[in-house]
Structures are given as structure tokens and as C-alpha cells.
């Protein structure tokens, strides 16, 4: 989480990919649980593969995060923690989630677009309309969190254009 001296991130790509159960998720759960609490005027989006892994996996455990830590809980408030979303009034944030429908995602201005297990995805078509979602807002990130995936596959992809200079952000 390097900062440029205007204030800008360094990096506005951050992907982490490790076997199972390796803690990527919490990893990433807890960036985007971070920013929606301490800055205002946050629209997060949460996607995966399905509405079932969407739900269950990275939002599911930032609510469940929230709703079992006390201080998190009375800041954010029970009313504000629904079956897809979170709401931080105060602050003018929103976190919610959604299955990897692209035609969804088109027209989104968000600041943190996070995209689950891309190495199962049939293409990275949803992760790069969500990247483009975040091109609209000053300091926005794009957090993946995947298991490895193969030569050629999205995260490869990825590190390429890092590698290459191509993309060093």
C-alpha cells in the first residue's frame, strides 16, 4: 500500500494468488473493509463466479466480520448490514455484492472492484469491465484474489503486463 507523494496509490492493481486456504480472501476482505470504513463517498463491489460463491465467500465473510466485531457493528449499525449490501450512512459508502454478470457491471462508477477466484471464470470478460468501472475515481483498486491459475490464464495475464511494464500500476 505504497502512496505517491500526491497522495495517489502507487498501485491500484492488487492481486493475490496462492494455493487454498491460504488467506487471500481475508486478505482482501479486509482492504476493502478498511477503506469503507475509514473514507467517505465508497462504492465497492464485490464479484465472483456465481451468486452462491458471491455471497458465501468475500462479501459473506466482511459481513460476518462486521457483524461479530463490536466496535465495527455499532459504527456501521445492524440495520445497515443486508443479505447484499452494507451501508455506511455517515460516510456515504456502500459495499455490496454481485454474481459475474457483465452486463451488470457495465455503467458502475465505482472505487474498489473486487473480483474472486478469476482462475475459474470461463474469460476475464467481467474482471475487465470491472476494471474499467474503476477508471472514473481518483485512487480506485482492483483486488483479485485467486487460486493460481495457469499459463495464459487472467492472473498470468496480469502479471505480464506488470512484468512488461506495459501496466505498472
Keep these: 500500500l505504497v502512496q505517491n507523494q500526491d497522495g495517489t496509490w502507487k498501485y491500484t492493481t492488487i492481486a493475490l494468488s496462492y494455493p487454498r486456504r491460504h488467506s487471500k480472501t481475508t486478505i482482501m476482505g479486509l482492504l476493502a473493509l478498511w477503506r469503507f ?3 467517505v463517498g465508497e462504492n465497492i463491489l464485490c ?3 456465481s451468486e452462491r460463491q458471491s455471497v458465501s465467500v468475500g462479501f459473506g465473510l466482511v459481513k460476518k466480520i462486521v ?9 456501521i449499525g445492524r440495520d445497515n448490514v443486508q443479505m447484499f449490501k452494507l451501508e455506511f450512512p455517515r460516510l456515504q459508502n456502500t459495499m455490496r455484492t454481485m454474481s459475474c454478470n457483465v452486463a451488470g457491471l457495465y455503467g458502475e462508477k465505482i472505487t474498489v472492484g473486487w473480483c474472486s477466484e478469476i482462475h475459474a471464470a470461463a474469460n476475464d470478460e467481467a474482471m475487465q469491465v470491472l476494471a474499467s468501472s474503476l477508471g472514473d475515481s481518483l485512487n480506485s483498486w482492483l483486488l483479485v484474489d485467486s487460486t493460481v491459475d495457469a499459463i495464459g490464464g487472467p492472473l ?3 502479471e505480464q503486463l506488470l512484468e512488461t511494464g506495459e501496466d505498472p500500476t
Excluded: D, G, K
Excluded at 67 to 75: A, D, E, G, I, V
Design 47 to 49: 464479484i465472483a463466479n
Design 67 to 75: 457483524l461479530n466485531t463490536p466496535f465495527l457493528l455499532s459504527l
Design 37 to 39: 470504513c475509514n473514507f
Design 156 to 158: 498470468h495475464r496480469l
